[in-house]
């Protein structure tokens, strides 16, 4: 196999975190957070590609895209909240804590 | 009951009373005295017999403390004999304070303290190592600053407890030094490691040590120059006066020195010092005690004088006699400060000057008190008598004749106050005693200094007669013990001569000091009947020093002064110290670690972004540090 | 006797069925769910809690394989089983805290079902046999916090909070979720103990991507000092029950995870020296960073993130320079840690139940009206400061001791500054007790202070008394920690 798919991880994953670092909005943030997640699912697919056991890891994916689709609802619910509090979902609003 | 359980005992009792007594002040405040003076017989019981069942040879030790450090009781004559005097003394002060102190406040306090205290003195004496020792030498510091300060609510008795604490702890601070050195150079506390080792340290080291002991023995012994707290301690109730110089903290010096004396023996010039001090101190106390007026205060003198005898006896290598004096001293002075609290205590003065004819009252007092005077002044056949000469045939031996000069004018000196006290006291007219004008006429005496005398004393009561007939008996009898005891001293390796009762009436008899004390007693009777001239002599020609002299020759003033400038010199130092150094450094540690934190909180933007920032930056860095 | 598969897993069915069955009832009669809630969690809590105890006697030698209900791979030692126990242990306090807490709030029939998740979470961590269940656990711990930190969302701060820690902590989990994926894909199995085989002679370059992913992904869960920012936030904004478990175990918990990945496949890399320099950073900058606090459970935040250090010192000192105190000393500071700090935010929490505001400067004087809080918070700060004669002196003292025991520069540094730390750390925590204890009382003081109700005293008694006996007599317990990782080969 010729083809290694790692880079193409590495590159979305850092576009994640570029994401993460740079919109300022909480539906991007959460888009940002989707590409670390599907970066990571990817590299467990393909990790089993390489070890020969794609049965295996493909089920780990199923379960980490379920864990996923948990967390994001509770995230959602948490915007939903924040809209409510502050019509927003400015990031720059979310700044009440600190120091 | 063996030996050691017995130790341990008597080292617990004392303490357990005192930790006892505040709690069952709870709920029976009534049965407090009564139960210290029942843990005062069972310690005093306990005493008793150990002394006279203490088997030969080595000391017993055992672990109190295994693990941390190894201490154990010290049971050889040496430290059995301060054990005896504290806790018998302790026991009659404790029935005696029965009636004494009815009535006052916080009796709780004071019946713990008293065990403390006795309990602080047997600690002492039994402890096998100097930390014990010194823990314990401590512990009757506080009590004594306590005792001596329980009439809190007087300034006076305030200033005398602090005084008391203040000036003993110059000389602790001496005693400190030197059991950090010789724990230092053997790396033990214990007593017979360290005499071992204490040959090996240089001179001046070993000098340093023998200092150190010296100026701690000065301190609680209340030696020249450290002497001037004692008649100030006189503010404490009476009975903590007698405790304090018949039974413990006073002895605790002398024991300290008897103990050390292997230390000392191999520093040249310092038994030379000791000489000296007691010498000078037995010589100064009776001076003071010949020149003062208040009757405690004559007491207080003499004991100074008294130690310093038994200093002298221990500067001359003679700790024998120094403890066979400290054991006789024990009872007469203790008898005589009860019998100086029970006049007191009926009318209400302490001023001699305004008593007189006292016998007509309350004769029981005024005989053991005559028996008492009478074996300060080492009338023949009193304990006093044989302790006395026994110290200073030992000073000729030792050929100290300077010392022994001082001593026999010192002897004189007490045989001239111990006269005029009694008879001035219980028998002169009532009225001002002979010599009031030769005072500074700058003491005024109350204009109703007959007052006294027309209330009708107060009867003695019976509890406070008792320990003063058993005292006074002691006083005959006390001395008998000299074969048994130097028997138990010889057993346990102490250097002491072999001697029974009848070989120390022989030897005193037939010895030179005999003589020698003979003629400062007679030298003492002349003066005292030729009292009245010699106040005529100090009324016309009013030497300064007999103005000194009435005055404490002006110990107090110099030391008041020194510390005044030492005190000047410590603020200056605290002002330079807190207000530049310390501040400075208060405010630039303030200052650096709020600016530091409000610098780091600065980092907690509070923004999702910067937080996220961190983190990656963080991995970039990790992965760096891993990779390298 | 049970066997030790059946003892796990009837302690783990008390916590899957308690959480069910807590739900259900506070559902069922809205009425009165925060008690029904309350109470069955709490039964639950302390019925898995006497199973673990059983637990105890077959862990003396050494791990062993279980498959839990049959499928989850776990593997028990006694490491675990002290993490396990602490997070039992304060869950039932912290329950019978908040019966009584939370009756001002609105759906509890949700708050103590997601303790009861939170502590079945901390469990499977502290036994998961291979990477992918850690991260499974690890990832309920998440999700189960995520809504307790959040729970008041009728107020704008907690939902802040909550987004805030959501953000952070999914980004460490994808972190976690790609190391473990560059893992499997390098040596092709996952379970911890072939890993620490395989690792020996594998190739160690190969290692470092996963591990320093390892390091951030389980690091910010653990708060180590750049990672450390949703705490301060997280942690004040949750209700303080639940600021007492987050505290005193989910972030332990996060630092065990990671532990337990270095044991077993940090072998060929410096991780002790991140791991020392790491701890000397947090605990400095935690320290430095509560100096300035004005709430008095941020500042209580920001002293765990300094407590945290601690932890991490000790282990760090013992993997690193090899003495032996410093491991057995960081896992008992994680045990004294849970006890003191979460006694310090259910008094916290006490204090702002009654007193009505955060603030340290509006709870002064309010010993006089709570002497009972005001004690107990002292006992905690002291302890949390490493006064003795309390737990966290003993915990702090063996940690101390390492780093003198390793006879190294680096050794006697750490320790230096973990003692000065520990003295300087008394600037913020005595103020605090302070101004509780100031003669003029804040007006809200005057107006409502009153002591704490029987239940929330009851479980400050309970921690009172766990940091005295562990402080008066810390041997059962510090010598278990002494044996867990005497037992400790590979991970486990």
Redesign the interface.
């Known amino acids: 196999m010729s083809v290694n798919l790692?880079p193409f991880?590495f590159v979305l994953?850092g576009l994640?975190?570029f994401c993460?670092l740079t919109r300022r909005s909480?539906v991007k943030?959460l888009i940002g957070?989707e590409l670390?997640?599907k970066?990571?699912t990817l590299?467990?697919i393909?990790?089993?590609v390489?070890?020969g056991?794609p049965a295996t890891?493909q089920s780990?994916a199923l379960?980490?895209i379920s864990?996923e689709a948990?967390?994001v609802a509770?995230?959602l619910?948490?915007?939903y909240?924040?809209h409510r509090?502050?019509q927003s979902l400015d990031t720059d609003d979310?700044r009440?804590?600190k120091g | 009951m063996t030996a050691q359980l017995a130790g341990l005992l008597l080292f617990l009792i004392p303490f357990a009373g005192a930790l006892l007594v505040p709690l069952v002040n709870f709920f029976a405040p009534r049965v407090v005295p009564w139960l210290a003076v029942l843990f005062g017989l069972a310690s005093s019981l306990i005493a008793f017999f150990l002394l006279g069942g203490t088997p030969a040879g080595a000391p017993i030790t055992l672990d109190i403390l295994p693990g941390f450090f190894r201490s154990g009781l010290l049971l050889d004559p040496l430290s059995l004999l301060p054990a005896l005097i504290a806790t018998w003394i302790g026991f009659l002060v404790l029935i005696y304070s029965l009636g004494y102190m009815k009535g006052e406040e916080n009796l709780a306090r004071y019946y713990a303290l008293v065990l403390l205290f006795i309990g602080g003195m047997v600690g002492m004496a039994l402890a096998d190592n100097f930390l014990a020792l010194f823990f314990f030498w401590e512990v009757m510091g506080v009590c004594s600053y306590q005792l001596i300060a329980f009439f809190y609510k007087d300034p006076k008795a305030a200033a005398a407890g602090a005084k008391a604490f203040l000036t003993t702890k110059i000389g602790d601070i001496g005693l400190l030094a030197a059991i950090i050195i010789l724990a230092v150079n053997s790396g033990s506390f214990s007593f017979s490691v360290n005499f071992g080792a204490a040959a090996g340290l240089a001179l001046p080291v070993l000098g340093l040590v023998a200092f150190g002991f010296i100026l701690g023995a000065v301190g609680k012994s209340a030696q020249f120059p450290l002497h001037v707290w004692l008649p100030d301690a006189m503010e404490a109730p009476t009975t903590i006066s007698a405790l304090i110089h018949a039974a413990t903290m006073v002895n605790a010096g002398v024991y300290l020195l008897a103990r050390v004396s292997p230390v000392l023996a191999l520093v040249p010039w310092s038994l030379t010092l000791v000489q000296w001090i007691g010498a000078i101190t037995a010589l100064l106390g009776a001076l003071l005690a010949a020149f003062s007026n208040d009757l405690k205060r004559i007491l207080a003198y003499s004991t100074v004088s008294q130690l310093g005898y038994m200093v002298l006896a221990v500067g001359v290598g003679a700790a024998f006699a120094s403890q066979f004096h400290l054991f006789s001293h024990a009872i007469f002075k203790g008898l005589l400060f009860l019998c100086a609290g029970a006049v007191i205590h009926a009318i209400g003065t302490r001023d001699i000057r305004q008593m007189g004819g006292l016998y007509k009252h309350m004769p029981a007092v005024a005989i053991t008190f005559l028996i008492g005077a009478m074996a300060l002044l080492g009338l023949p056949f009193l304990n006093g008598f044989f302790s006395k000469d026994f110290i200073l045939e030992e000073v000729i031996l030792g050929g100290a004749w300077g010392p022994l000069a001082l001593a026999l004018i010192a002897a004189a000196l007490t045989a001239f106050y111990a006269l005029r006290t009694t008879f001035v006291v219980f028998w002169g007219k009532p009225k001002p005693a002979f010599y009031q004008d030769t005072l500074p006429r700058a003491i005024k005496l109350p204009q109703a200094f007959s007052l006294p005398q027309a209330t009708h004393p107060h009867k003695t009561p019976a509890n406070m007669v008792v320990p003063l007939l058993a005292l006074a008996l002691a006083c005959f009898l006390s001395w008998l013990l000299v074969g048994p005891l130097s028997e138990a001293w010889i057993a346990s390796g102490l250097p002491a001569p072999a001697l029974s009762a009848l070989e120390l009436i022989r030897e005193t008899f037939s010895s030179l000091a005999f003589i020698f004390s003979l003629t400062a007693i007679a030298v003492g009777l002349f003066l005292f009947l030729q009292r009245a001239r010699l106040a005529r002599y100090f009324h016309e020609q009013e030497p300064g020093w007999i103005r000194a002299a009435s005055r404490g020759l002006g110990f107090d003033d110099l030391y008041t002064w020194l510390a005044d400038r030492i005190r000047d010199f410590g603020d200056w130092v605290l002002m330079v110290w807190e207000e530049r150094v310390m501040e400075g450094i208060n405010r630039f540690a303030a200052w650096a670690?709020?600016g530091?934190?409000?610098l780091?909180?600065l980092?907690?933007t509070?923004d999702?972004h910067?937080?996220?920032l961190?983190?990656t930056?963080?991995?970039i860095v990790?992965?760096g540090?891993?990779?390298w | 006797m049970m066997t030790q598969s059946a003892l796990l897993e009837s302690a783990v069915a008390f916590l899957i069925f308690g959480t069910l069955a807590s739900y259900l009832g506070g559902a069922f009669f809205k009425q009165r769910e925060r008690l029904i809630s309350g109470w069955i969690a709490t039964l639950a809590t302390a019925g898995s809690l006497v199973y673990f105890v059983l637990l105890f006697p077959s862990l003396q030698a050494g791990s062993t394989q279980v498959a839990l209900f049959g499928f989850i791979p776990w593997r028990v030692d006694l490491l675990g089983w002290i993490v396990a126990m602490v997070g039992v242990v304060l869950a039932l306090v912290v329950n019978l805290y908040s019966i009584r807490y939370m009756e001002e709030d609105t759906g509890n029939s949700k708050f103590f079902p997601l303790i009861l998740l939170m502590v079945l979470a901390v469990v499977g961590l502290a036994f998961a046999a291979d990477l992918?269940h850690l991260y499974?656990f690890f990832?309920l711990l998440?999700?189960s916090s995520?809504?307790l930190v959040?729970f008041r969302?009728d107020e704008?701060?907690p939902?802040?909070?909550?987004?805030?820690f959501?953000?952070?902590s999914?980004?460490?989990?994808?972190?976690v979720?790609?190391g473990?994926?560059?893992v499997?894909?390098g040596f092709?199995t996952l379970d911890l103990v072939q890993l620490s085989t395989l690792v020996v002679g594998g190739p160690s370059l190969f290692l470092?991507?996963p591990?320093?992913?390892f390091?951030?992904g389980f690091?910010?869960k653990a708060a180590?000092f750049?990672?450390h920012?949703?705490l301060?936030?997280a942690h004040p904004?949750a209700p303080s029950g639940i600021s007492a478990m987050l505290s005193g175990i989910v972030i332990e918990a996060g630092l065990f995870a990671l532990l337990r990945v270095y044991f077993t496949i940090g072998g060929p890399?410096?991780?002790p020296d991140?791991l020392i320099w790491f701890a000397l950073l947090t605990m400095t900058?935690g320290n430095?960073?509560?100096?300035?606090q004005k709430q008095m459970k941020r500042m209580l935040a920001y002293s765990s993130i300094a407590q945290m250090g601690y932890i991490m010192l000790g282990i760090g000192i013992t993997a690193g320079l090899g003495a032996p105190a410093g491991a057995p000393g960081g896992l008992f500071h994680i045990v004294t840690h849970a006890f003191m700090k979460g006694l310090a935010f259910l008094c916290a929490g006490v204090l702002i139940f009654s007193v009505g505001s955060g603030q340290t400067a509006d709870m002064r004087g309010a010993a006089w009206k709570m002497p009972l809080t005001a004690a107990a918070f002292t006992v905690a700060v002291l302890s949390l400061a490493g006064v003795p004669p309390f737990a966290g002196f003993m915990s702090k003292l063996l940690i101390y001791q390492s780093g003198i025991q390793s006879a190294t520069t680096l050794g006697w540094v750490a320790s230096l500054i973990a003692i000065a730390n520990s003295v300087?750390s008394l600037?913020y925590y005595l103020p605090a007790v302070g101004a509780l204890y100031s003669k003029e009382r804040s007006p809200l003081v005057a107006a409502k202070a009153k002591e704490a109700p029987f239940l929330m005293a009851a479980a400050l008694v309970i921690l009172v008394a766990l940091i005295v006996y562990l402080g008066i007599s810390p041997d059962p317990v510090r010598q278990w920690a002494f044996q867990a990782f005497s037992l400790l080969k590979g991970g486990f």
């Open positions: 790692l991880v994953f994640g975190l993460l909480l943030l957070l670390l997640g970066a990571t590299a467990i393909w990790a089993g390489v070890r056991t890891t780990i379960l980490v864990i948990l967390v509770v995230y619910a948490l915007v909240a924040f509090h502050n979310m009440r804590l | 670690s709020l530091l934190s409000r780091s909180c980092l907690q509070g999702v910067w937080n996220l961190y983190v930056l963080t991995l990790v992965l540090v891993v990779l | 992918f499974l990832e998440a999700i995520f809504p959040a969302k704008p701060k939902v802040e909070a909550g987004l805030k959501l953000v952070a999914a980004t460490g989990s994808a972190m979720l790609l473990i994926a560059l499997y894909q092709g470092w991507l591990l320093g992913l390091t951030v690091g910010i180590i750049p990672l920012t949703w301060p936030d904004e890399l410096p991780w991140l900058a430095l960073m509560a100096l300035t300087f600037a």
